[in-house]
């Protein structure tokens, strides 16, 4: 009856190291997969703030360019015009393309914002201006 006890004793003392090592490769794994994810939030965060600040850009530059056809101070819009905005503490490029439709009081107007002077195409806007 002493041996019985003896070996429920030595079970019930803790963990083989075995065991141990393979709860400590679990907990790894688990740790790396939670640092990916968040390093992959990170850049998506990163991601969408320049799409969402291209956007503004580029929906302030169309305004300003109905504004424009609106008080037919030009018309029709400028082709192939560019320039430089500020916006988020960093500068924006755009460049604007303004191409005929089938009604001659109407223009199809591009605006195509990147976040350097020859980068790549952050966001892309087009919309219809009309004479009015």
Same mark, same amino acid.
Request: net charge negative.
């Given at each position: 009856?002493?041996?019985?006890?003896?070996?429920? *004793?030595?079970?019930?003392? /803790?963990?083989?190291?075995?065991?141990?090592?393979?709860?400590?490769?679990?907990? *790894?794994?688990?740790?790396? *997969?939670?640092?990916?994810?968040?390093?992959? $939030?990170?850049?998506?965060?990163?991601?969408? =703030?320049?799409?969402?600040f291209a956007q503004q850009v580029a929906s302030n530059r169309m305004a300003e360019v109905h504004l424009e056809a609106r008080n037919q101070t030009v018309w029709p819009p400028?082709?192939?015009?560019? /320039? =430089?905005? =500020?916006? *988020?503490?960093?500068?924006?490029?755009?460049?604007?393309?303004?191409?005929?439709?089938?009604?001659?009081?109407?223009?199809?107007?591009?605006?195509?914002? #990147?976040?350097?002077?020859? /980068? $790549?195409?952050?966001?892309?806007?087009?919309?219809?201006?009309?004479? #009015?």
């Amino acid at each position: 009856m002493g041996a019985i006890r003896y070996k429920q *004793a030595q079970r019930a003392g /803790g963990f083989t190291l075995v065991e141990t090592m393979f709860a400590l490769v679990i907990f *790894a794994i688990g740790a790396l *997969a939670a640092l990916n994810m968040a390093t992959e $939030q990170l850049r998506s965060t990163s991601i969408l =703030e320049t799409r969402y600040f291209a956007q503004q850009v580029a929906s302030n530059r169309m305004a300003e360019v109905h504004l424009e056809a609106r008080n037919q101070t030009v018309w029709p819009p400028v082709d192939e015009f560019s /320039g =430089e905005m =500020e916006m *988020a503490g960093m500068q924006w490029f755009w460049e604007q393309q303004v191409l005929e439709t089938v009604t001659p009081d109407l223009r199809e107007v591009t605006i195509r914002v #990147r976040d350097t002077a020859e /980068g $790549q195409v952050v966001v892309e806007l087009s919309s219809y201006v009309g004479r #009015r």
